[in-house]
């Protein structure tokens, strides 16, 4: 498993822009898979979009894509979601996770998760 740490969250207007970060502090993200996803109260945590080790995989759920962008800086140990045009339904909890490989993920089955960082998108 791996400590993953999320930022970037906090309050939007609607319409606009954001850019979660997902690290881990002490140890190397490069060789996992890594994914997004958010849940609401009441609800099932989603998946978003995951990336492959490389980053040249990467996959997302029909809520965000077209919209949202996932990759990661290996050098950097890092990954990101930006998810642009949002509306108030993108108000979630957000969560990154980790896996072996990107199946895993979108089984929703990751070996780690973050914390969760609350986005909350204002109309």
């Known amino acids: 498993q791996v400590q993953l740490i999320e930022s970037g969250g906090g309050l939007v207007q609607a319409g606009g822009s954001l850019r979660l970060s997902c690290t881990s502090s002490g140890q190397t993200i490069n060789d996992y898979a890594m994914g997004w996803f958010r849940q609401v109260p009441g609800k099932e945590r989603d998946i978003l979009a995951c990336i492959g080790t490389s980053g040249r995989y990467t996959y997302y759920a029909d809520s965000v894509r077209g919209r949202s962008t996932i990759s990661r800086d290996n050098d950097k140990n890092t990954v990101y979601l930006r998810i642009d045009s949002l509306t108030v339904e993108d108000t979630a909890a957000y969560y990154c996770?980790?896996?072996?490989?990107?199946?895993?993920?979108?089984?929703?089955?990751?070996?780690?998760w973050g914390q969760g960082t609350q986005v909350t998108v204002s109309s």
């Open positions: 996770a980790a896996a072996g490989n990107t199946i895993m993920l979108r089984a929703g089955q990751p070996d780690s």
